[in-house]
C-alpha cells in the first residue's frame, strides 16, 4: 500500500492528469480516472494473486477448481446497490462542478451500469446458465468500471453500447476460464 500510494499512483496520475507524458505526447484523456486508479489497481491486484497464488480450498486433493460461493448473498446485493450509488458521484464528481457535464456523467454512468446489468443476466439465459442475483452484481460493476473513463465524454446511447459490450466480453472471459480449467 506505501509503495501504491508513494510511487506508483502519482506517477500514473501525472502521466494523464497532470498533463504528462500520455496527456501531452498522445492526447490521452481519462475523465474520472479508470486508467489510473483501476487500471493500475488491476495490475496491483493481478500481481499479488500471483505471489499468494489460490485460494486456500479453490482447488480439491485432485486439482479440479472448486467454486467458492458467497456466503450471503443479501450482503453481496446491497454492496452492489451502494458502489453503484458511490459511483454517481465519483463520475459525476470528476466533472468538478454541478453542470452540465456533471448531469451527463452521471446518467450515462447509470445506464451503462443498468445495462451491462441487464445484458449480463439475459446472456446467461441465452446460452442456458442458471440466472443468479450475483451475475446481475457482477454486471452491474462491469458496467460502472467500463463507462468509468469516457462518462463525462460519451452520449447516453453509447454508455448502453459500452455497458453491453462489456457485459458480453465479461461474462464470456468468466466463463471461458471456468470451462477451460474444468477441462
Excluded: E
Excluded at 84 to 107: H, I, K
Excluded at 110 to 139: E, H, P, Y
Excluded at 155 to 176: D, P, R
Aim: glycine fraction near 12%; charged fraction near 5%; hydrophobic fraction near 55%.
Amino acid at each position: 500500500c506505501f509503495v501504491m500510494a508513494v510511487a506508483i499512483y502519482p506517477v500514473t496520475g501525472h502521466w494523464i492528469w497532470g498533463f504528462g507524458y500520455l496527456a501531452a505526447k498522445w492526447n490521452f484523456w481519462d475523465f474520472a480516472g479508470s486508467t489510473v486508479v483501476h487500471s493500475v489497481g488491476g495490475w496491483a491486484a493481478l500481481t499479488g494473486a500471483i505471489i499468494l497464488g489460490p485460494r486456500i480450498g479453490k482447488f480439491s486433493a485432485r486439482g479440479k477448481p472448486q467454486a467458492i460461493p458467497g456466503h450471503n448473498m443479501t450482503a453481496a446485493f446491497i454492496g452492489c446497490l451502494v458502489l453503484w450509488f458511490g459511483w454517481f458521484g465519483f463520475n459525476a464528481g470528476s466533472a468538478l462542478a454541478a453542470n452540465g457535464l456533471a448531469v451527463q456523467a452521471f446518467a450515462t454512468t447509470n445506464m451503462a451500469s443498468a445495462s451491462a446489468m441487464i445484458t449480463w443476466v439475459m446472456f446467461d439465459a441465452l446460452v442456458g446458465r442458471k440466472i443468479s442475483a450475483m451475475g446481475a452484481c457482477i454486471g452491474a460493476v462491469v458496467g460502472l468500471v467500463a463507462i468509468t473513463p469516457a462518462a463525462g465524454f460519451v452520449n447516453l446511447g453509447q454508455s448502453v453500447f459500452i455497458g453491453f459490450v462489456a457485459a458480453i466480453v465479461s461474462n464470456m472471459a468468466v466463463y471461458y476460464k471456468q470451462k477451460t480449467s474444468l477441462d
